[in-house]
DNA sequence: CGCAATATTGACCACTCTCAATGAGGGTGG
DNA sequence: CCACCCTCATTGAGAGTGGTCAATATTGCG
């Protein structure tokens, strides 16, 4: 048995195995995974992965770079769902219709992976861990999603935003980079729409926020200087338990 | 093959197959996944299924009644995340960290069914077609989290009560039962914190669609007057797909 | 019957949105 | 290389939706 990290090494190049539980896996096992996966296809700033509406086929792996999903609105705007890392594993909401609900765009130079859906469904029957693990896969994204409501339905500006920071931090460093200073690849416009704010509103909290040095925001360059401190201003948000990624 | 209406009446007992999606088994299928779930257990009104915390062991399955989801926020209150109907599968979110992310409360004498999911992941394996089925209520469940989140992140007070009040009369129509009057199980407190409004908000927008003509409300009662305008005030936050139940 | 929980309604206030203007980068073409 | 433009971000002023507080029904239950 492999755990996760020992899983990183092996599969360098298309690594489903990183995706974002530990998985245990045979190594034969994670071959015959990994064989299903296409080739990574890179993709430039502003290029679609799928639209809302198209026939489903594929789950997509990010391999490198930043993806938002969002469901076009009927009067011409979006709201953006989420905004996914590499390691991330997007358009699982699409197995039931058959089709996409929401759109993916790249937000920076990216690598993706296609996972033909037909056969995961396969393999997953022959694998019983890999079954699991994509059970567990969907209840982590429907975990997410129910922390995403209580931030929709409770919480202020100033705790959306806190929120936002300190879970794209943990995001960093669970890839292995820094957690006190990033570039956040997404507009203003998009934090606003993901956390249902309007873009001035993120502005002004970014503003707030520098102004009382609990960060330092530069353009896109984030800062964070109290740690402690932002976490105690989304405290009143959190979910009483522990979170993933 | 079977589809689901049939299944409706194969199964009335213990009925896993009258689960949201129409699912294609053999009525060998059936049996085996019927076997699989616990006699039903009448539950009254207050009592919880789980609480948020507790370990997770079993998916359940409500046969009567209304059961909502909520998960406790750190100062005590909570986010209420769901109201489920019989035919609905509840705990799916437990199943990646193998513990029990909200609490399931009972609004009203309910029954339900527990169903082990020990036992379920290994007719999954054995099962193609049930391994498929529960990627699907997986993925439906993704749907309708990212609906809410349009709802809260982008929609009026207005709006998302026409929303709420729609999708609920869908959802007892799609029981058979009347989609123009009917017995909301919840409290205003309760579908106040599930849109993410004050519970005096609620009242007033009760008042306000009332006063138009559109519904009429009798405490718990709602009559539905005019679905056409109801859905029109919904309607500027409605997802641009079709939705299911 | 009376208490407690739930709902309704009103008045006031605050958070956030909208509108508007300014500023800062980044890319393109002269 | 600079001028220009266009997008994105910031900041301010005013308005509005919904929250909070408070008082008053209404209902359900012991």
Redesign the pocket.
Known sequence: MLDITSIKIACSECSLSRLCLPMSLEEQEISRLDAVLKRPRPLKRGEDLFQAGDAFHSLYVIRAGTVKTFTPCEDGSEQVIGFHLPGELVGLDAIEQERHMCSARVLETSSVCELPFDRLQELALEIPSLQKHFFRLLSQELAKDETMLLLLGK??????LATFLINVAKRFRARGYSDKEFN?S???????NYL????????????RL?DEGVIS????NIVINDLERLAAMAHRSARCGSDDE
């Open positions: 919480a202020t500006a100033e705790e959306r956040l997404m507009s203003r416009h998009d934090i606003g249902g704010l309007a873009v001035e509103t993120i502005s002004r909290m970014f503003s520098q925001v530069h353009r896109k």
